[in-house]
């Protein structure tokens, strides 16, 4: 990824806020990938200023597109991982069937295999996720859904929404309908936080996805 095609939303000295391409891994895996937004952030700002650091503060899917938040000090991450419950994240979903209520609380308890599948299971096993979804149109048996999750355990809208017989269009995860479609229909597009240093609250925000729209005229 060329340095002009990383959409930078926001930057100050001290965070600089990010809209994801979907297929961008955030960071790398053990498989040790070298393309991850991580890596484009460091060398845009190794730019600056050869002494400039990058730290990760939360990761976004490799298939989910919109917001997400690096800090440029180790002081800046922790402030913002110790405070991350307190902040606001939504998200715009399509899914595949229409959800039984306008809007409801999803509640479950999320584990992972072996194999790094997340699944619904029990209190014993699990961590409790909480998402709040409320739907904002639908169109041939599918649903836009404004999501807020309360929790933020690894895909944890998608096994949820899967979990009531919504899977979100393009879930190749998740999803059991396997609708082809050329990418995850999943985009992080608010985020509300608290800034480390001058304690304002500051508000990110993106437009829908223009092929979310195209889909649900």
Same mark, same amino acid.
């Given at each position: 990824?060329?340095? $002009?095609?990383?959409?930078?939303?926001?930057?100050?000295?001290? @965070?600089?806020?990010?809209?994801?391409?979907?297929?961008?891994?955030?960071?790398?895996?053990?498989?040790?990938?070298?393309?991850?937004?991580?890596?484009?952030?460091? #060398?845009?700002?190794?730019?600056?200023?050869?002494? $400039?650091?990058?730290?990760?503060?939360? %990761?976004?899917?490799?298939?989910?597109?919109?917001?997400?938040?690096?800090?440029?000090? !180790?002081?800046?991450? /922790?402030?913002?991982?110790?405070?991350?419950? #307190?902040? =606001? %994240?939504?998200?715009?979903?399509?899914?595949?069937?229409?959800? +039984?209520?306008?809007?409801?609380?999803? &509640?479950?308890?999320?584990? /992972?295999?072996?194999?790094?599948?997340? *699944?619904?299971?029990?209190?014993?096993?699990?961590?409790?996720? &909480? =998402?709040?979804?409320?739907?904002?149109?639908?169109?041939?048996?599918?649903?836009?859904?404004?999501?807020?999750? @309360?929790?933020?355990?690894?895909?944890?809208?998608?096994?949820?929404?899967?979990?009531?017989?919504?899977? @979100?269009?393009?879930?190749?995860? *998740?999803?059991?309908?396997?609708? +082809?479609?050329? %990418?995850?229909?999943?985009?992080?597009?608010?985020?509300?936080?608290?800034?480390?240093? =001058?304690?304002? /609250?500051?508000?990110?925000?993106? !437009? &829908?996805?223009? /092929?979310?729209?195209?889909?649900?005229?």
């Amino acid at each position: 990824m060329s340095m $002009n095609k990383l959409n930078i939303i926001y930057e100050d000295k001290f @965070i600089i806020v990010i809209n994801k391409k979907p297929s961008t891994l955030t960071i790398q895996t053990n498989k040790k990938e070298s393309h991850t937004l991580y890596n484009d952030v460091k #060398t845009y700002l190794k730019k600056q200023n050869p002494h $400039n650091k990058v730290f990760i503060v939360h %990761r976004l899917d490799k298939d989910t597109s919109g917001l997400i938040i690096f800090a440029k000090s !180790p002081q800046v991450k /922790e402030f913002l991982q110790n405070n991350w419950h #307190t902040f =606001t %994240r939504q998200y715009y979903a399509i899914t595949e069937n229409i959800p +039984p209520k306008n809007k409801a609380r999803l &509640i479950n308890y999320l584990a /992972e295999t072996k194999t790094l599948h997340t *699944y619904c299971t029990n209190s014993a096993k699990g961590k409790q996720a &909480i =998402t709040d979804y409320q739907i904002i149109k639908t169109k041939n048996n599918r649903a836009l859904l404004n999501i807020q999750i @309360i929790t933020g355990r690894k895909n944890q809208i998608r096994v949820q929404l899967a979990n009531i017989n919504c899977p @979100i269009l393009g879930d190749k995860k *998740y999803s059991p309908f396997k609708v +082809p479609y050329h %990418r995850l229909c999943l985009h992080a597009y608010k985020l509300t936080i608290t800034h480390p240093i =001058t304690k304002k /609250e500051l508000i990110f925000e993106t !437009p &829908i996805p223009e /092929e979310f729209s195209q889909l649900m005229q």
